[in-house]
């Protein structure tokens, strides 16, 4: 059975740091998904990574796939309060499976 | 920018009562999603959608649970018997190709 894991699962930083957000997966996958969300709100397409060595970057978030380590980290550049919300990996495997979600609360 | 729709945004109903659950997909996406979403914890996926049928259920997605698309535009969700713990987010996503677009949701509120 696949299983995600994230960690950490709660972050507070500082405006201005950086911080890396990492997700494990226990098989076999190509595509890995990062997704933001606000409270109360919907799930926001952030990345789409197919494949091993994939880097994505928008604004202060850059997303990165290693499927021989069964990795994706999510990087933060410089946190502003904006970042502050709920980020989950997704691994799509017969069926897509999300991590449990890390909090980030960006205090300036 | 088209996006997907879910109707209603909440609902509330009884124990053991059906509910159907609607959303319009993006109109020229092929997969369909339904997700739920217990309130404060992750995301689990109940079913994907291709061609008129269920291509992958989760182990959620149980006898109680039933998908259709009874037209050309609407993706819904029924279930069938309610109980307290279906309480919860339910999203439908669609794509067309591995970009999942959610829609809003609807909070289920079983009492």
């Known amino acids: 059975e696949l299983k995600v894991e994230q960690n950490p699962l709660f972050l507070s930083m500082q405006e201005g740091k950086n911080y890396t957000i990492y997700c494990n997966y226990s098989?076999?996958?190509?595509?890995l998904y990062w997704y933001r969300q606000d409270p109360g709100k919907s799930l926001e397409s952030l990345f789409v990574l197919l494949s091993n060595g994939a880097v994505k970057q928008e604004g202060r978030l850059m997303a990165s796939l290693d499927t021989k380590a069964r990795l994706s980290t999510l990087h933060i550049t410089a946190a502003v309060h904006d970042l502050s919300a709920t980020y989950f990996c997704?691994?799509?495997?017969?069926?897509?499976?999300f991590g449990a979600g890390t909090r980030l609360t960006v205090k300036p | 920018e088209p996006e997907v729709t879910q109707t209603p945004s909440h609902q509330v109903t009884q124990m053991g009562q059906e509910v159907i659950l609607r959303c319009v997909p993006i109109?020229?996406?092929?997969?369909f999603y339904w997700y739920r979403q217990i309130l404060g914890q992750k995301v689990e996926f109940l079913v994907s959608f291709y061609n008129n049928e269920i291509s992958e259920k989760s182990e959620i997605f149980d006898d109680q649970f039933s998908v259709e698309r009874p037209d050309g535009s609407n993706f819904t969700l029924k279930i069938r018997s309610t109980k307290l713990e279906d309480s919860a987010m339910y999203f439908c996503?669609?794509?067309?190709?591995?970009?999942?677009?959610f829609g809003p949701g609807t909070r289920l509120t079983v009492t």
């Open positions: 996503a669609s794509t067309s190709s591995y970009e999942q677009y």
């Open positions: 109109s020229n996406h092929l997969y």
């Open positions: 098989t076999t996958s190509d595509r």
């Open positions: 997704a691994v799509d495997g017969n069926d897509m499976r």
